[in-house]
């Protein structure tokens, strides 16, 4: 059955009292089959706004200024409700919590405006086989004037789960380590992961609490992968608006909150960017990408 048959509209968008409450529910799931099945619903929200407000709050903590336009990232937070909504449901084998983020692939194909108006469709695109566990790609596309303009693919991770289905994880992305020179420190404070909390809609406990980190398994709260991203797109992204642009990232050791982190890339510039974010030392990676923009590949 294909996923348009099951097309499913949200409108409104779930509430973040009913997203944690779905997200302790789906603790309880049982053991899934040896084959998990790949749930089919594709959900969409017929007209998401751009919201001007939404945008300068974003832009402020990522380090993004008013003539940057729309964030490249952004679009991936308007959409975040519809991936916990695909994660908490009955129809996907896992507990939504401790599902890791592993990766990101962002294309946009026109510039975005505030005031514009989206089409957002989510739905579970494949299985991934990982070393570490079953990893699940989830789509994202953005839709204006009837024509595609924006879109994602997010890889998850379920660790421990053993003969995982799907292709084989592929990390495609071997960056020129040894050109790369550190150009920006960023120092984060403890309650990083409340603001972004607030701005994101993400309030997953390894972000916000030192408690909720701890339960499973990190010793402080950690910073939200995504905030990683917009920040090094931040700091390198050319001073306009986007027209196209493609984004390739994966998202390596966690950044423990408070820390100091850097950005590293190749200092030729350009509009073609390989780029690390690394500890303090520069030693260990936390967050390594590719950032093009003029035509996406």
């Given amino acids: 059955m294909s996923h348009e048959a099951l097309m499913r509209i949200i409108d409104p968008a779930p509430s973040r009292s009913r997203l944690l409450l779905d997200g302790v529910r789906s603790l309880r799931k049982p053991k899934p089959p040896a084959a998990p099945v790949l749930p089919g619903e594709r959900l969409v929200r017929p007209a998401v706004a751009l919201d001007a407000t939404a945008i300068a709050e974003y832009a402020e903590i990522c380090g993004y200024r008013h003539e940057h336009g729309v964030p490249l990232a952004f679009p991936h937070q308007l959409a975040f409700p519809l991936h916990l909504l695909l994660l908490t449901a009955r129809s996907f084998p896992y507990p939504a919590s401790g599902m890791v983020h592993l990766a990101n692939h962002i294309r946009q194909y026109r510039r975005l405006s ?6 957002l469709e989510v739905y579970a695109e ?36 053993a003969a995982p289905v799907g292709e084989p994880w592929n990390a495609g ?8 020179q550190r150009t920006q420190r960023w120092t984060l404070p403890a309650d990083l992961g409340r603001r972004f909390a607030r701005v994101s809609g993400d309030f997953n406990p390894i972000h916000t609490s030192r408690l909720g980190a701890r339960f499973f398994g990190f010793r402080s709260a950690i910073a939200h992968g995504m905030w990683t991203l917009g920040r090094a797109l931040a700091a390198q992204q050319p001073p306009r608006a986007l027209d196209a642009a493609e984004l390739q990232c994966e998202f390596k050791l966690p950044i423990h909150l408070p820390g100091e982190v850097a950005l590293w890339r190749v200092p030729a510039g350009g509009p073609r960017q390989f780029f690390e974010v690394r500890d303090r030392t520069g030693e260990r990676p936390h967050m390594r990408g590719l950032f093009i923009w003029g035509t996406p590949l």
Avoid at 114 to 119: D, I, K, N, V
Avoid at 130 to 135: E, I, N, V
């Fill in 173 to 180: 992305l071997d960056s020129p380590a040894g050109l790369m």
């Fill in 126 to 161: 494949r299985w991934v086989a990982h070393p570490k566990g079953q990893a699940l790609s989830i789509a994202t596309r953005a839709i204006s004037d009837g024509a595609l303009v924006w879109e994602s693919d997010s890889l998850y991770l379920r660790r421990g789960v």
């Fill in 114 to 119: 505030a005031g514009q108006a989206l089409r």
